[in-house]
């Protein structure tokens, strides 16, 4: 991590905690307000500012609207980008905005780019949604990466499967033997609670 931003040496709890605070103190922000702060907190070159990004998002995404994900999340996806600001905006933005507005045209486009930070946030997206899933997507999303062995992208596959596993093992089973050269990785992580 060290090799990818320099830190202040915050801890979480205490990041998160100061910026509860914070932001009960602020006016709700439009969504352009919201993005664009994330944006300038992203600028910044401590690694807990991008942290702070990202739970600011969480805190207020009621105010995120239906653009929110393509004007200002795909710019924080690919900007600086690691596991951890990847997956805390999913978690903050890219899971709860598609799961309320839809957003599987940019889902797939997403899937489809050249940036495999933006192909692992769209592989993730509907993760924790159980029965909600929408397990053709995601296993379409999965098939279409199975031939690589990118790290962060068969770790991605992976972590989707898992979680589609533990309400739908059959689906899982089925994708993993039907991809017999799927990266080591996704199938360890897909078959970790058999």
Same mark, same amino acid.
């Given at each position: 991590?060290?090799?990818?931003?320099?830190?202040?040496?915050?801890?979480?709890?205490?990041?998160?905690?100061?910026?509860?605070?914070?932001?009960?103190?602020?006016?709700?922000?439009?969504?352009?307000?919201?993005?664009?702060?994330?944006?300038?907190?992203?600028?910044?070159?401590?690694? *807990?500012?991008?942290?702070?990004?990202?739970?600011? /998002? @969480?805190?207020? #995404?009621?105010? $995120?609207? +239906?653009?929110?994900? &393509?004007?200002?999340?795909?710019?924080?996806?690919?900007?600086?980008?690691?596991?951890?600001?990847?997956?805390?905006?999913?978690?903050?933005?890219?899971?709860?905005?598609?799961?309320?507005?839809?957003?599987?045209?940019?889902?797939?486009?997403?899937?489809?780019?050249?940036?495999?930070?933006?192909?692992?946030?769209?592989?993730?997206?509907?993760?924790?949604?159980?029965?909600?899933?929408?397990?053709?997507?995601?296993?379409?999303?999965?098939? *279409?990466?199975?031939?690589?062995?990118?790290?962060? /992208? @068969?770790?991605? #596959?992976?972590? $989707?499967? +898992?979680?589609?596993? &533990?309400?739908?093992?059959?689906?899982?089973?089925?994708?993993?033997?039907?991809?017999?050269?799927?990266?080591?990785?996704?199938?360890?992580?897909?078959?970790?609670?058999?």
């Amino acid at each position: 991590m060290k090799d990818v931003s320099p830190f202040l040496g915050v801890r979480t709890p205490a990041r998160r905690d100061l910026g509860k605070k914070f932001f009960k103190t602020l006016d709700k922000p439009t969504s352009e307000r919201l993005g664009r702060t994330a944006r300038a907190l992203w600028a910044l070159p401590h690694r *807990e500012y991008c942290y702070v990004a990202c739970d600011m /998002i @969480a805190y207020f #995404i009621d105010c $995120a609207d +239906r653009k929110f994900l &393509a004007e200002h999340v795909e710019h924080l996806v690919t900007m600086n980008p690691w596991w951890d600001t990847v997956d805390s905006l999913g978690t903050a933005a890219v899971s709860p905005l598609t799961e309320k507005f839809g957003l599987i045209p940019l889902m797939n486009k997403w899937n489809k780019s050249e940036n495999f930070w933006l192909n692992r946030a769209a592989i993730q997206h509907q993760r924790g949604r159980k029965q909600d899933t929408d397990v053709a997507l995601l296993l379409k999303y999965c098939h *279409e990466h199975s031939g690589e062995h990118e790290f962060f /992208i @068969a770790k991605a #596959i992976g972590w $989707a499967l +898992r979680d589609l596993a &533990a309400w739908n093992r059959p689906s899982v089973s089925k994708f993993l033997a039907e991809h017999p050269d799927l990266d080591r990785v996704a199938v360890r992580e897909a078959r970790k609670h058999e």
